[in-house]
């Protein structure tokens, strides 16, 4: 069984920066980002694959987040700069126990319990 443990998140105002990461507790395989705001459903973010050589983003945050990782501490990060108050959300980092990104919510495995990102105006 594979764990996800998201840490980073917090309060910052507008136009400021956040470092997201998730450690897994074994091999990693393709990692993705996703996040759901009150009342939304949860939505896609980036997606990178085991090699780091494929990532995926959403139109909303191309130019200002980038997904990236490392294999030896089998951890995964999302930079994300020019925080817009639109930016709010829970974060949730996920597993697919394939090589290959993808985007659709539904071909991962497994998920994290999720770190809260407050951006203020």
């Known amino acids: 069984q594979v764990q996800l443990v998201e840490s980073g998140g917090g309060l910052v105002q507008a136009g400021g920066s956040l470092r997201l990461s998730c450690a897994a507790s074994?091999?990693?395989?393709?990692m993705g980002w996703f996040r759901q705001a009150p009342g939304n459903e949860r939505e896609f973010v980036a997606a990178i694959s085991w090699s780091g050589g494929v990532t995926y983003y959403a139109d909303s945050v191309k130019g200002r987040f980038t997904i990236s990782r490392d294999n030896v501490k089998a951890t995964v990060y999302l930079q994300m700069n020019s925080l817009k108050p639109e930016d709010t959300a829970v974060y949730y980092c996920?597993?697919?126990?394939?090589?290959?990104?993808?985007?659709?919510?539904?071909?991962?495995?497994?998920w994290g319990q999720g770190t809260q990102v407050t951006v203020s105006s």
């Open positions: 996920a597993l697919r126990r394939d090589l290959r990104a993808t985007m659709r919510e539904y071909e991962y495995d497994y």
């Open positions: 074994g091999r990693t395989y393709s």
